[in-house]
């Protein structure tokens, strides 16, 4: 199967998937999940019609930023950020998806403001409290959120998990319908720097169950690319 026709056949199951919730399928964007594909691959997806690209690593999105594999497409950086390459990625792309700690939201928020700008961000939570992962604890959202003032130079956008790993069909429904929840809560929050949008959930594996607790963002790699080859 070629990247065009995967993104086609990943089109109709969520087309599928929101029908079955009630949903509009337009309110679900597919974000490719491009780590470890090169250049031409991100550009197939891209012709495909992915609405964006995601990137793990800060060393593959420089050097896919200098190919201009992206091609106007909006980028979001999804994988694990360290504090000393927040320079990278602040202004280079238009969200960071994976921001799982305060130190590293402040780390951001002080890189922006050197660069006169505001960062849109999500919340990493670690939905399934899994010791290995990093994210928030879902009862940490709600009192962040009412602080997040002190971080004037990020806007949160919404929320983003990946949840266990999971060796039956269905079983992460419950951890997506719990982000449901904590995602409808932090909508209700007016502050000046909170404009809650996008919930990011769902992978190659589970994203139908994803959309039908709610996702408006789903990030797949391997059915769009197939396996990757570490
Ligand atoms: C790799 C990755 C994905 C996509 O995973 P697949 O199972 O290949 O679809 C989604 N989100 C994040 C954060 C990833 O690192």
Redesign the pocket.
């Known amino acids: 199967m070629s990247i065009a026709e995967n993104v086609a056949s990943i089109r109709s199951a969520m087309a599928q998937a929101a029908r079955e919730a009630g949903r509009d399928p337009g309110e679900v964007k597919l974000c490719a ?1 491009t ?1 470890m594909n090169d250049a031409d691959a991100v550009r197939q997806a891209i012709a495909a019609g992915v609405d964006l690209c ?1 990137e ?1 690593r800060v060393q593959e999105l420089t050097e896919k930023l200098r190919q201009n594999a992206y091609q106007g497409a909006p980028i979001h950086f ?2 694990h950020l360290q504090t000393n390459k927040v320079r990278q990625v602040v202004g280079k792309v238009d969200l960071i998806q ?1 921001v799982g700690s305060e130190h590293l939201l402040s780390a951001i928020d002080r890189e922006a403001r050197k660069q006169g700008i505001r960062q849109d961000i999500l919340l990493e939570v670690n939905i399934g409290s899994e010791e290995s992962k990093t994210g928030f604890a879902a009862g940490d959202i709600l009192p962040l959120i009412d602080k997040i003032d002190s971080f004037p130079n990020i806007c949160v956008r919404g929320l983003m998990a ?1 949840p266990p790993i999971s060796q039956n069909p269905g079983d992460n429904l419950k951890f997506f319908l719990k982000m449901r929840q904590i995602y409808v809560d932090i909508r209700a929050k007016k502050n000046d720097n909170v404009s809650v949008d996008c919930l990011s959930m769902g ?3 589970d994203f139908a169950d994803a959309i039908r607790a709610g996702s408006t963002m789903i ?5 769009i690319f197939g396996a990757r080859s570490y």
């Open positions: 999940a780590k995601g793990n999804i994988g994976s990946i992978m190659s594996g990030r797949v790699g391997t059915a």
